[in-house]
Protein backbone atom coordinates (compact mmCIF):
# COMPACT_ATOMS: atom_id res chain seq x y z
CA UNK A 1 0.00 0.00 0.00
CA UNK A 2 1.09 3.69 -0.99
CA UNK A 3 1.78 5.77 2.47
CA UNK A 4 -1.57 7.81 1.32
CA UNK A 5 -3.81 4.52 1.69
CA UNK A 6 -2.15 3.77 4.84
CA UNK A 7 -3.08 7.38 6.17
CA UNK A 8 -6.59 7.46 3.87
CA UNK A 9 -8.16 3.74 5.91
CA UNK A 10 -7.10 4.78 9.26
CA UNK A 11 -9.87 6.65 8.97
CA UNK A 12 -12.11 3.84 9.24
CA UNK A 13 -15.07 3.70 12.06
CA UNK A 14 -13.57 0.60 13.65
CA UNK A 15 -9.88 2.43 13.90
CA UNK A 16 -8.37 3.09 17.24
CA UNK A 17 -9.39 6.72 18.05
CA UNK A 18 -5.90 7.14 18.67
CA UNK A 19 -5.49 6.04 14.85
CA UNK A 20 -8.73 8.06 13.86
CA UNK A 21 -7.15 11.39 15.29
CA UNK A 22 -3.56 10.95 13.72
CA UNK A 23 -4.94 10.14 10.40
CA UNK A 24 -3.45 12.61 7.54
CA UNK A 25 -4.68 12.65 3.49
CA UNK A 26 -2.02 13.49 1.27
CA UNK A 27 -2.76 16.75 -0.72
CA UNK A 28 0.50 16.83 -3.00
CA UNK A 29 4.13 17.32 -2.43
CA UNK A 30 4.79 17.74 1.44
CA UNK A 31 1.16 18.30 1.95
CA UNK A 32 -0.96 16.90 4.12
CA UNK A 33 -4.87 17.60 5.62
CA UNK A 34 -5.74 16.42 8.97
CA UNK A 35 -8.53 17.50 11.27
CA UNK A 36 -8.50 17.96 15.53
CA UNK A 37 -10.11 15.21 17.10
CA UNK A 38 -12.49 15.91 19.67
CA UNK A 39 -11.72 12.28 21.86
CA UNK A 40 -7.61 14.05 21.90
CA UNK A 41 -9.59 17.53 23.37
CA UNK A 42 -8.21 19.40 26.61
CA UNK A 43 -9.28 22.06 28.12
CA UNK A 44 -8.43 25.09 25.60
CA UNK A 45 -7.34 22.93 21.74
CA UNK A 46 -5.98 19.64 22.00
CA UNK A 47 -4.01 17.47 24.20
CA UNK A 48 -0.48 18.73 22.88
CA UNK A 49 0.57 15.36 22.80
CA UNK A 50 -1.73 13.78 19.57
CA UNK A 51 -0.67 17.28 17.67
CA UNK A 52 2.76 16.38 18.40
CA UNK A 53 1.78 12.94 16.91
CA UNK A 54 -0.30 14.64 14.53
CA UNK A 55 3.24 16.31 13.17
CA UNK A 56 5.38 13.14 13.30
CA UNK A 57 2.88 11.32 11.24
CA UNK A 58 3.59 13.79 8.37
CA UNK A 59 6.96 12.57 8.59
CA UNK A 60 6.15 8.69 9.18
CA UNK A 61 3.78 8.63 6.33
CA UNK A 62 5.55 10.80 4.00
CA UNK A 63 6.77 8.30 0.47
CA UNK A 64 10.47 10.02 0.81
CA UNK A 65 11.15 8.93 4.50
CA UNK A 66 14.35 7.44 5.28
CA UNK A 67 15.13 5.73 8.59
CA UNK A 68 13.45 5.66 12.18
CA UNK A 69 12.45 8.67 14.03
CA UNK A 70 15.96 9.66 16.54
CA UNK A 71 14.93 13.38 17.98
CA UNK A 72 11.67 15.22 17.62
CA UNK A 73 11.00 18.50 18.41
CA UNK A 74 7.53 20.45 18.65
CA UNK A 75 7.07 23.68 19.17
CA UNK A 76 3.28 24.56 20.11
CA UNK A 77 2.61 28.37 18.89
CA UNK A 78 -1.34 28.46 19.29
CA UNK A 79 -4.30 26.57 20.09
CA UNK A 80 -5.66 24.88 17.70
CA UNK A 81 -9.39 25.88 17.09
CA UNK A 82 -11.94 22.82 16.36
CA UNK A 83 -11.43 22.08 12.84
CA UNK A 84 -9.19 20.74 9.90
CA UNK A 85 -5.43 21.99 9.81
CA UNK A 86 -2.35 21.82 7.15
CA UNK A 87 0.88 19.89 7.45
CA UNK A 88 4.03 20.35 5.55
CA UNK A 89 6.56 18.20 6.21
CA UNK A 90 9.43 18.39 3.84
CA UNK A 91 13.24 16.67 4.23
CA UNK A 92 15.60 19.56 4.10
CA UNK A 93 18.65 17.09 4.04
CA UNK A 94 18.80 13.82 2.71
CA UNK A 95 22.16 12.00 3.86
CA UNK A 96 23.36 8.55 3.38
CA UNK A 97 21.88 7.18 6.94
CA UNK A 98 20.60 10.37 8.31
CA UNK A 99 17.46 12.67 7.25
CA UNK A 100 16.36 16.15 8.41
CA UNK A 101 12.85 17.22 8.41
CA UNK A 102 11.53 20.72 8.67
CA UNK A 103 7.31 20.44 9.54
CA UNK A 104 4.96 23.24 10.18
CA UNK A 105 0.96 22.93 10.85
CA UNK A 106 -0.99 25.54 10.01
CA UNK A 107 -4.72 26.47 10.34
CA UNK A 108 -5.73 28.91 7.28
CA UNK A 109 -2.97 31.42 7.21
CA UNK A 110 -2.09 31.10 10.91
CA UNK A 111 1.47 28.55 11.55
CA UNK A 112 -0.30 26.22 15.13
CA UNK A 113 2.79 24.69 15.41
CA UNK A 114 6.34 24.31 13.89
CA UNK A 115 8.41 21.15 14.22
CA UNK A 116 11.89 19.43 13.30
CA UNK A 117 12.85 15.91 13.17
CA UNK A 118 15.98 13.73 12.18
CA UNK A 119 15.30 10.22 11.15
CA UNK A 120 17.76 7.64 10.31
CA UNK A 121 18.82 4.41 9.39
CA UNK A 122 20.20 3.05 12.89
CA UNK A 123 22.52 -0.01 13.28
CA UNK A 124 23.14 -2.61 16.48
CA UNK A 125 26.33 -1.04 18.14
CA UNK A 126 27.99 -1.22 21.96
CA UNK A 127 25.03 -0.12 23.89
CA UNK A 128 24.15 0.55 27.68
CA UNK A 129 21.71 2.76 30.09
CA UNK A 130 22.64 4.95 32.63
CA UNK A 131 19.41 5.58 33.94
CA UNK A 132 17.58 2.59 35.68
CA UNK A 133 13.72 1.79 35.46
CA UNK A 134 12.78 2.74 39.10
CA UNK A 135 11.42 -0.09 41.54
CA UNK A 136 8.30 -0.32 41.28
CA UNK A 137 5.07 -2.64 42.03
CA UNK A 138 3.56 -4.18 38.80
CA UNK A 139 0.88 -2.16 37.08
CA UNK A 140 -1.94 -4.51 37.84
CA UNK A 141 -1.38 -3.54 41.48
CA UNK A 142 -1.03 -0.01 41.44
CA UNK A 143 -4.29 1.40 41.65
CA UNK A 144 -6.00 3.91 38.90
CA UNK A 145 -7.38 6.82 40.32
CA UNK A 146 -11.07 7.00 41.47
CA UNK A 147 -11.43 10.77 40.43
CA UNK A 148 -12.00 10.76 36.39
CA UNK A 149 -10.12 13.42 34.76
CA UNK A 150 -12.01 16.69 33.60
CA UNK A 151 -10.68 16.86 30.35
CA UNK A 152 -11.72 14.34 27.25
CA UNK A 153 -7.94 13.38 26.40
CA UNK A 154 -7.63 11.50 29.61
CA UNK A 155 -10.03 9.40 28.94
CA UNK A 156 -7.73 8.23 26.48
CA UNK A 157 -5.41 7.33 28.56
CA UNK A 158 -4.82 4.47 31.43
CA UNK A 159 -2.65 5.83 33.97
CA UNK A 160 -1.77 4.16 37.53
CA UNK A 161 0.29 6.37 39.87
CA UNK A 162 3.48 5.05 41.62
CA UNK A 163 4.21 8.09 43.26
CA UNK A 164 3.67 11.97 42.73
CA UNK A 165 0.06 11.83 41.53
CA UNK A 166 -1.80 15.10 41.29
CA UNK A 167 -2.15 16.67 45.24
CA UNK A 168 -5.29 15.45 46.91
CA UNK A 169 -6.29 18.76 47.09
CA UNK A 170 -5.13 22.13 45.94
CA UNK A 171 -4.53 24.04 49.31
CA UNK A 172 -0.79 25.81 47.65
CA UNK A 173 0.72 22.68 49.62
CA UNK A 174 4.31 22.87 48.43
CA UNK A 175 6.17 19.44 47.32
CA UNK A 176 9.53 19.41 47.61
CA UNK A 177 9.97 17.32 44.81
CA UNK A 178 7.63 17.47 40.88
CA UNK A 179 8.58 13.60 40.34
CA UNK A 180 6.02 11.80 39.13
CA UNK A 181 5.95 8.24 38.11
CA UNK A 182 3.17 6.09 37.09
CA UNK A 183 2.45 3.06 34.59
CA UNK A 184 0.19 4.50 31.83
CA UNK A 185 -0.57 3.16 28.57
CA UNK A 186 -3.89 3.75 25.67
CA UNK A 187 -6.94 3.37 26.72
CA UNK A 188 -8.00 0.68 24.89
CA UNK A 189 -4.36 -0.68 24.93
CA UNK A 190 -3.09 -0.63 21.47
CA UNK A 191 -0.06 -1.47 20.07
CA UNK A 192 2.94 0.75 20.50
CA UNK A 193 4.05 2.80 17.57
CA UNK A 194 6.28 5.78 17.38
CA UNK A 195 3.11 7.89 16.78
CA UNK A 196 1.35 6.25 19.87
CA UNK A 197 5.40 7.00 21.75
CA UNK A 198 5.09 10.30 21.13
CA UNK A 199 1.48 11.59 22.38
CA UNK A 200 2.78 9.56 25.62
CA UNK A 201 5.81 10.94 26.14
CA UNK A 202 3.37 14.47 26.84
CA UNK A 203 0.81 12.73 29.25
CA UNK A 204 2.25 13.80 32.75
CA UNK A 205 0.67 16.57 34.18
CA UNK A 206 2.16 19.84 34.47
CA UNK A 207 4.92 19.28 37.16
CA UNK A 208 4.07 22.66 39.11
CA UNK A 209 0.93 21.20 39.44
CA UNK A 210 2.77 18.56 41.57
CA UNK A 211 4.74 21.38 43.12
CA UNK A 212 3.05 23.72 44.71
CA UNK A 213 -0.45 21.88 44.94
CA UNK A 214 -1.84 25.61 43.35
CA UNK A 215 -3.91 24.81 39.61
CA UNK A 216 -2.03 27.82 37.84
CA UNK A 217 -2.66 27.92 34.27
CA UNK A 218 -0.11 26.45 31.96
CA UNK A 219 0.37 25.56 28.44
CA UNK A 220 3.59 23.57 27.07
CA UNK A 221 5.44 25.57 24.16
CA UNK A 222 8.29 23.57 23.28
CA UNK A 223 8.41 19.40 23.81
CA UNK A 224 11.87 17.12 22.66
CA UNK A 225 11.73 13.21 22.44
CA UNK A 226 14.59 11.30 21.72
CA UNK A 227 13.83 8.00 20.40
CA UNK A 228 15.93 5.53 21.88
CA UNK A 229 13.55 2.50 20.89
CA UNK A 230 14.03 0.26 17.53
CA UNK A 231 10.80 -0.84 15.87
CA UNK A 232 11.25 -4.45 16.99
CA UNK A 233 11.50 -3.21 21.05
CA UNK A 234 8.24 -1.42 20.19
CA UNK A 235 6.65 -4.56 18.28
CA UNK A 236 7.75 -6.43 21.45
CA UNK A 237 6.33 -4.03 23.66
CA UNK A 238 3.14 -4.38 21.75
CA UNK A 239 -0.01 -2.67 24.06
CA UNK A 240 1.90 -3.47 27.31
CA UNK A 241 2.11 -0.59 30.47
CA UNK A 242 4.78 1.94 29.89
CA UNK A 243 6.66 3.16 33.31
CA UNK A 244 7.32 6.98 33.12
CA UNK A 245 9.31 9.34 35.04
CA UNK A 246 8.50 13.09 35.21
CA UNK A 247 10.73 15.80 37.17
CA UNK A 248 10.87 19.40 36.89
CA UNK A 249 14.74 20.99 37.15
CA UNK A 250 13.68 24.88 37.31
CA UNK A 251 11.04 27.18 37.57
CA UNK A 252 11.26 30.68 36.57
CA UNK A 253 9.57 33.93 35.71
CA UNK A 254 7.18 32.00 33.72
CA UNK A 255 8.78 28.96 32.17
CA UNK A 256 9.63 25.90 34.13
CA UNK A 257 11.18 22.47 32.07
CA UNK A 258 10.34 18.82 32.47
CA UNK A 259 12.75 15.97 31.99
CA UNK A 260 11.40 12.52 31.78
CA UNK A 261 12.03 8.96 30.48
CA UNK A 262 9.80 6.23 29.53
CA UNK A 263 10.01 2.05 30.04
CA UNK A 264 8.54 -0.69 28.93
CA UNK A 265 7.43 -3.46 31.22
CA UNK A 266 11.24 -5.05 30.10
CA UNK A 267 12.73 -2.13 31.87
CA UNK A 268 14.25 -1.08 28.24
CA UNK A 269 14.45 2.67 28.16
CA UNK A 270 12.25 3.23 25.02
CA UNK A 271 12.84 7.38 25.11
CA UNK A 272 14.01 10.17 27.28
CA UNK A 273 12.25 13.72 26.98
CA UNK A 274 11.86 17.12 27.46
CA UNK A 275 9.86 20.12 27.48
CA UNK A 276 9.54 23.74 28.95
CA UNK A 277 6.19 24.98 30.08
CA UNK A 278 4.72 28.37 30.57
CA UNK A 279 2.85 29.25 33.77
CA UNK A 280 1.14 32.21 34.88
CA UNK A 281 2.12 32.51 38.24
CA UNK B 1 22.16 51.13 16.29
CA UNK B 2 20.13 48.86 13.81
CA UNK B 3 20.87 45.41 14.48
CA UNK B 4 22.35 45.32 10.79
CA UNK B 5 25.05 47.92 12.49
CA UNK B 6 25.47 45.70 15.55
CA UNK B 7 26.56 42.66 13.74
CA UNK B 8 28.77 44.23 11.40
CA UNK B 9 31.12 46.07 13.71
CA UNK B 10 30.81 42.64 15.27
CA UNK B 11 33.48 41.61 12.89
CA UNK B 12 36.44 44.68 13.55
CA UNK B 13 39.88 43.38 14.36
CA UNK B 14 39.83 44.16 18.58
CA UNK B 15 36.66 42.15 19.16
CA UNK B 16 36.14 38.83 21.16
CA UNK B 17 37.49 35.50 18.44
CA UNK B 18 33.39 35.14 19.24
CA UNK B 19 31.97 37.68 18.12
CA UNK B 20 34.11 37.27 14.98
CA UNK B 21 32.66 34.15 14.62
CA UNK B 22 28.94 34.83 15.00
CA UNK B 23 29.09 38.40 13.03
CA UNK B 24 25.98 38.14 10.67
CA UNK B 25 25.35 40.84 7.79
CA UNK B 26 21.69 40.96 7.10
CA UNK B 27 20.74 40.41 2.79
CA UNK B 28 17.19 41.42 3.27
CA UNK B 29 14.05 39.84 4.90
CA UNK B 30 15.05 37.21 7.56
CA UNK B 31 18.45 36.64 5.53
CA UNK B 32 21.61 36.19 7.13
CA UNK B 33 24.94 36.01 5.72
CA UNK B 34 28.24 34.41 7.62
CA UNK B 35 31.00 32.46 7.98
CA UNK B 36 32.60 29.63 9.48
CA UNK B 37 35.68 30.62 11.99
CA UNK B 38 39.10 29.05 11.78
CA UNK B 39 39.32 29.65 15.40
CA UNK B 40 36.15 27.36 16.25
CA UNK B 41 37.27 24.72 13.99
CA UNK B 42 36.73 21.03 15.02
CA UNK B 43 38.24 18.05 12.98
CA UNK B 44 35.85 17.85 10.20
CA UNK B 45 34.02 21.20 10.19
CA UNK B 46 33.63 23.78 12.73
CA UNK B 47 32.75 23.23 16.75
CA UNK B 48 28.46 22.61 17.00
CA UNK B 49 28.19 25.21 19.12
CA UNK B 50 29.49 28.16 17.31
CA UNK B 51 27.34 26.78 14.84
CA UNK B 52 24.61 26.71 16.95
CA UNK B 53 25.52 30.35 18.17
CA UNK B 54 25.49 31.50 14.80
CA UNK B 55 21.90 30.43 14.23
CA UNK B 56 20.33 31.67 17.12
CA UNK B 57 22.57 35.40 16.41
CA UNK B 58 20.22 35.42 13.20
CA UNK B 59 17.09 35.25 15.92
CA UNK B 60 18.82 37.63 18.38
CA UNK B 61 19.97 40.34 15.75
CA UNK B 62 16.58 39.90 13.78
CA UNK B 63 14.69 43.96 13.65
CA UNK B 64 11.32 41.56 14.88
CA UNK B 65 12.39 39.74 17.45
CA UNK B 66 9.96 39.92 20.78
CA UNK B 67 11.83 38.83 24.19
CA UNK B 68 14.28 36.50 25.22
CA UNK B 69 15.08 32.95 23.91
CA UNK B 70 13.23 30.88 25.74
CA UNK B 71 13.60 26.84 23.90
CA UNK B 72 16.28 26.77 20.86
CA UNK B 73 16.51 23.30 19.31
CA UNK B 74 19.06 22.81 16.33
CA UNK B 75 19.78 19.67 14.12
CA UNK B 76 23.46 19.57 12.32
CA UNK B 77 22.55 17.98 8.66
CA UNK B 78 25.77 17.86 7.86
CA UNK B 79 29.54 19.05 8.36
CA UNK B 80 30.11 22.86 7.26
CA UNK B 81 32.88 23.57 4.56
CA UNK B 82 34.98 26.23 5.75
CA UNK B 83 33.67 29.60 3.93
CA UNK B 84 30.17 31.39 3.57
CA UNK B 85 26.78 30.33 4.97
CA UNK B 86 23.22 31.62 4.77
CA UNK B 87 21.10 32.22 7.56
CA UNK B 88 17.28 32.24 7.33
CA UNK B 89 15.33 33.36 10.43
CA UNK B 90 11.67 33.39 9.81
CA UNK B 91 9.37 34.69 12.36
CA UNK B 92 6.55 31.52 11.64
CA UNK B 93 4.01 33.07 14.62
CA UNK B 94 4.00 36.39 16.87
CA UNK B 95 1.74 36.19 19.49
CA UNK B 96 1.20 38.90 22.33
CA UNK B 97 3.81 37.35 24.49
CA UNK B 98 5.79 34.55 22.16
CA UNK B 99 7.43 34.03 19.09
CA UNK B 100 8.31 31.20 17.28
CA UNK B 101 11.33 30.94 15.13
CA UNK B 102 12.23 28.78 11.98
CA UNK B 103 15.87 28.95 11.07
CA UNK B 104 17.67 26.98 7.78
CA UNK B 105 21.64 27.32 7.73
CA UNK B 106 22.72 26.69 3.66
CA UNK B 107 26.07 26.67 2.01
CA UNK B 108 25.03 26.91 -1.63
CA UNK B 109 22.16 25.03 -2.54
CA UNK B 110 22.48 22.75 0.53
CA UNK B 111 20.89 22.63 3.82
CA UNK B 112 23.65 22.15 6.42
CA UNK B 113 21.48 23.34 9.84
CA UNK B 114 17.97 23.25 10.61
CA UNK B 115 16.52 25.16 13.84
CA UNK B 116 13.55 26.43 15.92
CA UNK B 117 13.76 28.72 18.35
CA UNK B 118 10.64 30.57 20.88
CA UNK B 119 11.46 33.81 22.46
CA UNK B 120 9.46 35.56 24.93
CA UNK B 121 8.33 38.17 27.24
CA UNK B 122 9.29 36.76 30.65
CA UNK B 123 7.62 38.06 33.62
CA UNK B 124 8.82 37.96 37.55
CA UNK B 125 6.97 35.15 39.33
CA UNK B 126 7.30 32.19 41.58
CA UNK B 127 10.55 30.41 41.27
CA UNK B 128 12.81 27.09 41.97
CA UNK B 129 15.34 24.83 41.44
CA UNK B 130 14.96 21.07 41.53
CA UNK B 131 18.63 20.58 40.93
CA UNK B 132 20.85 22.08 43.14
CA UNK B 133 24.27 22.99 41.47
CA UNK B 134 26.82 19.61 42.80
CA UNK B 135 29.59 20.72 45.95
CA UNK B 136 32.52 21.70 43.70
CA UNK B 137 35.81 23.96 44.62
CA UNK B 138 36.49 27.20 43.60
CA UNK B 139 37.38 27.28 40.06
CA UNK B 140 40.81 28.73 41.03
CA UNK B 141 41.59 25.24 42.79
CA UNK B 142 40.58 23.35 39.86
CA UNK B 143 43.65 22.61 38.17
CA UNK B 144 43.76 23.20 33.71
CA UNK B 145 44.47 19.96 31.96
CA UNK B 146 47.98 19.63 31.47
CA UNK B 147 47.35 18.26 27.81
CA UNK B 148 46.03 20.16 25.36
CA UNK B 149 42.88 19.67 23.15
CA UNK B 150 43.82 18.55 19.84
CA UNK B 151 41.58 20.89 17.95
CA UNK B 152 41.50 24.88 17.34
CA UNK B 153 38.28 25.21 19.52
CA UNK B 154 39.11 23.95 22.27
CA UNK B 155 41.61 26.66 22.79
CA UNK B 156 38.80 29.37 22.99
CA UNK B 157 37.35 27.48 26.37
CA UNK B 158 38.95 27.42 29.77
CA UNK B 159 37.97 23.77 31.26
CA UNK B 160 38.91 22.53 34.75
CA UNK B 161 37.27 19.37 35.11
CA UNK B 162 36.23 18.56 38.75
CA UNK B 163 34.92 15.04 37.92
CA UNK B 164 34.62 12.59 34.76
CA UNK B 165 37.16 13.73 32.83
CA UNK B 166 38.37 12.73 29.84
CA UNK B 167 39.87 9.36 30.45
CA UNK B 168 43.70 9.18 30.89
CA UNK B 169 44.24 6.48 28.50
CA UNK B 170 41.93 5.24 25.89
CA UNK B 171 42.33 1.74 26.79
CA UNK B 172 38.83 0.13 27.01
CA UNK B 173 38.23 0.67 30.18
CA UNK B 174 34.50 0.73 31.25
CA UNK B 175 33.14 3.67 33.39
CA UNK B 176 30.03 2.68 35.06
CA UNK B 177 28.91 6.43 35.00
CA UNK B 178 29.32 8.76 31.56
CA UNK B 179 28.55 11.68 34.21
CA UNK B 180 31.36 14.87 33.81
CA UNK B 181 31.47 17.83 35.65
CA UNK B 182 33.81 20.87 34.92
CA UNK B 183 34.42 24.44 35.78
CA UNK B 184 34.43 26.33 32.30
CA UNK B 185 34.08 30.13 30.77
CA UNK B 186 35.37 31.54 27.24
CA UNK B 187 39.01 31.61 26.61
CA UNK B 188 39.53 34.83 26.82
CA UNK B 189 36.80 35.52 29.07
CA UNK B 190 33.80 37.66 27.52
CA UNK B 191 30.74 38.56 29.36
CA UNK B 192 27.93 35.92 28.96
CA UNK B 193 25.25 36.63 26.64
CA UNK B 194 22.14 34.09 24.95
CA UNK B 195 24.82 33.16 22.17
CA UNK B 196 27.95 32.68 24.09
CA UNK B 197 25.81 30.61 26.47
CA UNK B 198 24.47 28.25 23.69
CA UNK B 199 27.98 27.21 22.29
CA UNK B 200 29.28 26.87 25.96
CA UNK B 201 26.33 23.95 26.44
CA UNK B 202 28.29 22.35 23.78
CA UNK B 203 31.16 21.72 24.91
CA UNK B 204 31.09 18.75 26.86
CA UNK B 205 33.39 16.41 24.95
CA UNK B 206 31.20 12.78 24.23
CA UNK B 207 29.66 11.09 27.09
CA UNK B 208 30.22 7.77 25.22
CA UNK B 209 34.24 8.53 25.11
CA UNK B 210 34.16 8.87 28.91
CA UNK B 211 32.03 5.72 29.40
CA UNK B 212 34.34 3.26 27.22
CA UNK B 213 37.64 5.10 26.88
CA UNK B 214 37.72 4.22 23.16
CA UNK B 215 37.29 6.84 20.59
CA UNK B 216 34.95 5.80 18.57
CA UNK B 217 33.92 8.63 16.04
CA UNK B 218 30.97 10.67 17.12
CA UNK B 219 28.96 13.56 15.93
CA UNK B 220 25.67 15.39 17.40
CA UNK B 221 22.31 15.58 15.30
CA UNK B 222 20.02 17.46 17.46
CA UNK B 223 20.47 19.81 20.66
CA UNK B 224 18.16 21.70 22.74
CA UNK B 225 18.97 24.07 24.93
CA UNK B 226 16.04 25.64 27.17
CA UNK B 227 17.05 28.94 28.61
CA UNK B 228 16.11 29.52 32.00
CA UNK B 229 18.27 32.80 32.89
CA UNK B 230 16.89 36.29 32.63
CA UNK B 231 19.50 38.98 30.40
CA UNK B 232 20.12 40.06 34.30
CA UNK B 233 21.40 36.94 35.55
CA UNK B 234 23.63 37.13 32.62
CA UNK B 235 24.82 40.32 33.49
CA UNK B 236 25.43 39.33 36.68
CA UNK B 237 27.46 36.49 35.43
CA UNK B 238 29.37 38.77 33.34
CA UNK B 239 32.78 36.70 32.89
CA UNK B 240 32.72 34.70 35.71
CA UNK B 241 32.81 30.44 35.35
CA UNK B 242 29.95 28.03 34.89
CA UNK B 243 29.69 25.26 36.20
CA UNK B 244 28.77 22.31 34.02
CA UNK B 245 26.98 18.76 34.47
CA UNK B 246 26.43 16.06 31.77
CA UNK B 247 25.39 12.72 32.05
CA UNK B 248 24.42 10.24 28.98
CA UNK B 249 21.01 8.19 29.60
CA UNK B 250 20.95 5.92 27.07
CA UNK B 251 23.43 4.77 24.33
CA UNK B 252 21.87 2.36 21.60
CA UNK B 253 22.34 1.84 18.49
CA UNK B 254 24.36 4.28 17.34
CA UNK B 255 23.18 7.32 18.84
CA UNK B 256 23.41 8.43 22.67
CA UNK B 257 21.59 11.06 24.42
CA UNK B 258 23.67 13.87 26.88
CA UNK B 259 21.24 15.72 29.74
CA UNK B 260 23.32 18.76 30.80
CA UNK B 261 22.98 21.52 33.36
CA UNK B 262 24.77 24.90 33.59
CA UNK B 263 25.22 26.87 36.93
CA UNK B 264 27.16 30.41 37.10
CA UNK B 265 29.07 30.58 40.52
CA UNK B 266 26.08 32.22 42.33
CA UNK B 267 24.35 28.34 41.94
CA UNK B 268 21.74 29.95 39.70
CA UNK B 269 20.56 27.59 37.25
CA UNK B 270 20.99 29.47 33.78
CA UNK B 271 20.76 26.11 31.35
CA UNK B 272 19.04 22.77 31.37
CA UNK B 273 20.21 20.95 27.75
CA UNK B 274 20.26 17.71 26.00
CA UNK B 275 21.28 16.54 22.75
CA UNK B 276 21.43 13.58 20.77
CA UNK B 277 24.42 12.07 19.41
CA UNK B 278 25.21 9.91 16.05
CA UNK B 279 28.26 7.50 17.50
CA UNK B 280 30.27 4.90 15.40
CA UNK B 281 30.17 1.69 17.15
Do not use: C
Not at 238 to 256: I, N, P, T, V
Amino acid sequence: MKPETIAAAAGSTNAHPFDDAIALASQGDDLWRGHTSAPYGNMVGPFGGITAAQALNAVLIHPKRLGQPVAFTVNFAAALADGPFELQARPARTNRSTQHWIIEMRQGEHTVATATAVTALRRDTWGASEVPMPQAPAPQDVPPPTRRGRVEWLQRYEMRFIDGAIPPAWDGAHFDSSRTRLWMRDHPPRPLDFASLTALSDVFFPRIWRRRATMTPIGTVSMTIYFHASQAQLQRTGSGYLLGQAQGQAFRDGYFDQTAQLWNEAAELLVTTHQVVYYKE
